[in-house]
């Protein structure tokens, strides 16, 4: 074969496979990769496995977040259901009763074991709230 | 009134642009005027210059509180400093897309004024250019009007920007990010001029690169930017997410990449021609696809615009219709443009090409990510995300292959082929480094992550390659592109910096109250918080909580903080960070328990000051490659 | 190979278009479509003026909008419900965390589009309802509330949103 035949070919075999392999991959992460992300009533209609990393969305129910040292529980309603939740750590700036959330975690027993918790930042316009008590000093 | 006159300008701009195009179009085949480019030419100065003045109006409505304008009394609040009056001009969609036509307004008056009125290309960009921004402008006109009158009686006050945006990174990191995305129209236009044109004898490389290499640098920076402070500000100590916003202005990114490096080849060479032509398209098209995303509504996403499917179906005919118009042209000249050199293997342009392919799958996949969730849901409502799992798993062997061929790439030869003796000694060096640290690494860490250490090991054999050859230069004087080692030194240490920080990195949630202090590990021997304060500053009250650290012998005291706006009544926390060579410390105050204790979120994270230094380290490269050519 | 190629670049981009063009377009539909409806929930609140309100003076067609004085949107959003108003649209306003004085001074100077307002400074009936910020309008026929528009209200979306269910409301009737 010519030269130039030859090189031709490697190029294009090279670029098959790789692209083969490239495209396997991406549908390979894809499947196993995916979050799915359920509502509250979804959520408890659905039977997830207690394996499966999903995410819940919904609004913080008003008056149900409660603090333990570093561990916070709270309840995520879409308003026909709730689901209680907990989470060890400090929760983004934006989550507060009343608000939007996202939470990205497993579902064991009846309760939502949450590892990320997203809060929704809204263009729309939310209320003043007040909150802080600066008790100490 | 002075709105009024601002609203005016910018429309009898769209009147002037349109008059350009008519003018144009109505005669392109036969030359009417005898002067018909010097006329259309100063139809078109002028009709930038009144978006300029339109513009600069409305930022002095934005800084006179002007609250009847509906816009300005959304997003601006008297109480703010003039600066971030400024900056909230461009807080959200309609001011934004207002500030991305200024942008793309200067690029343009630039760029075709530099372009000699004998210049063949020259009319058929100016017509190109008019379009886009005549339509761009009519989209904001119709369906974004940042002018929007609320009456009879304005607002008394306005409602004040969210708190998070009142930041300096923040508020410059979109203008850096838009200069950098419609600083490409100029490759996007004049390539479809010279396709149209049809004279393939015509030099267009050099009319563009530097255009082009700038928008890059703007476009790094704002990437760069906007990973900064989502690092400094949202507390989470994370500082890229995959979010769908945060690929879209990574797909250009990648595009112009390819775009440069395969410009060189052109231009020095004369091969893949027909490569850089289609990725200067490219990268203009993704970004408006990247516009279209974030504006419509249609990707949920922590920091989406507001959700309105007729903007959405606008810029997306819009955006659509000028793609579609540039790859047609491309795609019909494409059997003529076939070179007849070929690439040998190889060859530093058989890399080039090479990389071409990797960033066309890179920008692949992260439109798959992009699009995947859509897709699923349009079938069957199912509603998934794609994150990190996903591009970690995928991005880790494409830069492995990036990482090979660059470290085999910079010692090949421009049209041959480099000898196989030559490609051995050149790769075996950093190979063996490499992977003798990848082993030090584990003794000494005993961290193990597949994922992570094939992206040490990527950047690790760029650094070493990189390494051996500065060596070479200042002992051997052997040649070494200096802006080009520096760029690419610079993408090696982001490779290593990032893969390290994802496996050293950890996190501690404590719990004290003031005046209570504790032992949190090995390193930080000492957690001790001190006193908490309330304080006030200009639009919001402080809460801040002072914390010491006895860490790995030294002190360090931090200070995070609570804030309660004024206007909106919302809370945000700043962490506090203090930063060393290796790692950056982090905390970040949570709420007051009842018994008045406080949570604090401590987390340890390495190498982030090599990642900002190694953004810096490629915009340099880069600054440097553009000078170097200007010199000689 | 190169037909081929010469193809594809002007297909993909096609193809990606319309693919959009279909999600945006079906977004908006099933977004409204999938809205339940559910009794308007029960509430002890009174007006702005301090007197009772009864559920049955939410019978026949009512538009419910959440509104309150600090809420920059609701006033670009007010002319709108000005003119649906002067149409002879019952329009309820529903206070949203505000205080009575301001909102009562805030209508008085803007002009009031409402039959009567409901008092909901600490947001009881809005959560309710689902209310997730201001302004947000929801339709009500006979006490079901059959239809949600969130954000700024304007001629487009009660085109596209609730003036067809007004049409098979009073089509049932």
Redesign the interface.
């Given at each position: 074969m010519l030269q130039v035949r030859k090189n031709r070919l490697w190029k294009l075999l090279t670029i098959l496979f790789l692209s083969a392999g490239g495209i396997a991959l991406i549908l390979l992460s894809l499947n196993s990769k995916l979050d799915l992300f359920y509502t509250p009533s979804e959520m408890l209609q659905a039977d997830i496995k207690s394996g499966y990393r999903i995410k819940l969305g919904g609004m913080v129910k008003n008056g149900s977040i409660e603090r333990d040292g570093t561990n916070v529980r709270f309840l995520v309603t879409d308003f026909i259901k709730e689901v209680p939740v907990t989470f060890d750590g400090v929760p983004p700036d934006l989550f507060k009763e009343d608000s939007g959330v996202v939470i990205l975690g497993y579902f064991l027993d009846g309760m939502f074991e949450a590892e990320e918790i997203f809060a929704k930042h809204d263009e729309n316009y939310m209320p003043p709230e007040l909150s802080i008590d600066p008790a100490v000093t | 009134m002075i709105g009024e006159i601002s609203h005016f300008l910018s429309l009898s701009a769209v009147l002037l642009l349109s008059l350009v195009l008519v003018f144009n179009l109505f005669f392109f085949f036969s030359k009417i005027h005898p002067n018909q480019l010097t006329l259309s030419m100063r139809l078109f100065n002028q009709a930038c210059w009144l978006v300029f003045i339109s513009f600069g109006m409305y930022v002095y409505l934005a800084i006179s509180d002007d609250f009847s304008i509906a816009y300005i009394a959304s997003h601006s609040n008297s109480q703010l400093p003039i600066f971030y009056k400024i900056t909230s001009i461009w807080s959200a969609h309609e001011g934004s897309m207002f500030l991305w036509i200024v942008f793309l307004t200067a690029w343009s008056i630039l760029f075709i004024n530099s372009l000699d009125n004998n210049h063949p290309l020259k009319k058929f960009t100016l017509l190109m250019l008019s379009l886009i921004i005549l339509g761009f402008l009519l989209f904001l006109l119709l369906t974004s009007n940042p002018f929007e009158r609320i009456l009879p009686f304005g607002a008394l006050e306005g409602a004040d920007i969210n708190p998070v945006l009142q930041d300096p990174a923040l508020a410059i990191h979109p203008p850096m990010l838009y200069l950098g995305y419609v600083g490409f129209v100029i490759s996007f236009s004049f390539i479809t001029a010279y396709l149209f044109n049809g004279n393939f004898e015509l030099k267009w490389e050099q009319d563009i690169k530097n255009w082009s290499l700038v928008a890059w640098i703007f476009l790094t920076i704002g990437i760069a930017l906007g990973s900064w402070w989502a690092y400094y500000e949202l507390g989470w100590g994370g500082y890229w997410f995959w979010d769908p916003v945060e690929n879209v202005a990574l797909m250009p990114w990648l595009a112009a990449t390819a775009f440069m490096h395969s410009l060189f080849a052109s231009s020095k060479s004369n091969v893949l021609k027909t490569w850089t032509m289609f990725l200067g398209i490219l990268i203009f098209a993704l970004s408006l696809f990247g516009a279209f995303i974030v504006r419509s509504g249609i990707i949920d996403s922590v920091h989406s615009f507001a959700n309105d499917p007729e903007r959405g179906l606008y810029l997306l005919s819009f955006s659509g219709l000028i793609t579609l118009f540039a790859l047609t042209i491309f795609a019909y000249r494409l059997p003529a443009l076939n070179s007849s050199k070929l690439v040998v293997t190889g060859s530093k342009e058989s890399f080039l090409s090479m990389n071409n392919i990797l960033m066309i799958t890179s920008i692949f996949s992260i439109f798959l990510g992009v699009t995947y969730p859509l897709i699923i849901e349009s079938i069957n409502g199912e509603k998934v995300s794609i994150g990190p799992p996903y591009y970690n798993t995928i991005f880790a062997p494409l830069i492995l292959i990036a990482a090979i061929f660059i470290m085999i790439s910079v010692d090949a030869l421009w049209q041959r082929s480099m000898p196989l003796r030559a490609l051995f000694f050149t790769t075996v060096t950093p190979i063996m480094l490499s992977l003798a640290s990848i082993y030090l690494i584990w003794w000494i860490t005993s961290v193990f992550s597949i994922l992570a250490y094939v992206g040490i090991f990527s950047g690790l054999l760029i650094l070493f390659s990189y390494l051996l050859r500065i060596i070479n230069n200042l002992f051997n004087k052997k040649f070494i592109n200096k802006g080009s080692a520096i760029a690419h030194t610079g993408l090696g240490l982001l490779f290593f910096a990032v893969s390290m920080n994802s496996i050293l990195s950890y996190e501690k949630n404590l719990n004290l109250a003031p005046g209570q202090s504790i032992s949190v590990d090995k390193s930080v021997q000492e957690f001790s918080f001190n006193n908490i304060r309330v304080l006030k500053a200009s639009n919001h009250d402080v809460i801040s909580a002072e914390v010491s650290l006895l860490q790995d012998g030294q002190e360090i005291s931090l200070n995070p903080q609570k804030r309660k706006y004024a206007t909106r009544g919302q809370i945000t926390s700043e962490s506090s960070i203090h930063t060393n060579f290796l790692k950056d410390t982090y905390l970040t105050i949570g709420d007051q328990l009842e018994n008045g204790s406080w949570t604090f979120s401590l987390k340890i994270n390495y190498f982030i000051k090599w990642i900002w230094f190694s953004a810096s380290l490629m915009v340099v490269g880069m600054l440097l490659t553009i000078f170097k050519k200007k010199a000689s | 190979m190169?037909h081929l190629?010469?193809?594809l670049?002007?297909l993909l981009?096609?193809v990606v278009?319309i693919?959009?063009?279909?999600?945006?377009?079906?977004?908006?539909e099933i977004k409204f479509s999938n809205f339940d409806s559910k009794n308007f929930p029960e509430f002890q609140l009174n007006d702005l003026n301090g007197g009772p309100v009864q559920l049955e003076s939410l019978g026949g067609i009512k538009v419910l909008n959440v509104w309150?004085s600090?809420?920059?949107?609701c006033?670009?959003e007010h002319?709108f419900l000005t003119k649906l108003s002067e149409q002879n649209i019952q329009i309820i306003g529903l206070n949203?965390?505000?205080s009575n004085s301001k909102a009562s001074a805030w209508l008085e100077?803007?002009g009031n589009p409402y039959l009567f307002s409901i008092y909901d400074p600490r947001?009881d009936l809005a959560?309710?309802l689902?209310v997730?910020?201001?302004p947000e309008s929801y339709l009500i026929v006979n006490n079901q509330v059959i239809g949600h528009i969130?954000?700024e209200m304007n001629q487009?979306k009660w085109d596209t949103i609730f003036l067809p269910l007004i049409q098979k409301a009073k089509q049932g009737s």
């Open positions: - | - | 190169n190629l010469r193809f670049v002007v981009p096609i278009l693919f959009f063009a279909k999600i945006l377009l079906i977004d908006e309150a600090w809420c920059i949107t006033l670009v002319p949203y965390k505000d100077k803007h947001g959560f309710d689902g997730t910020g201001a969130q954000g487009r």
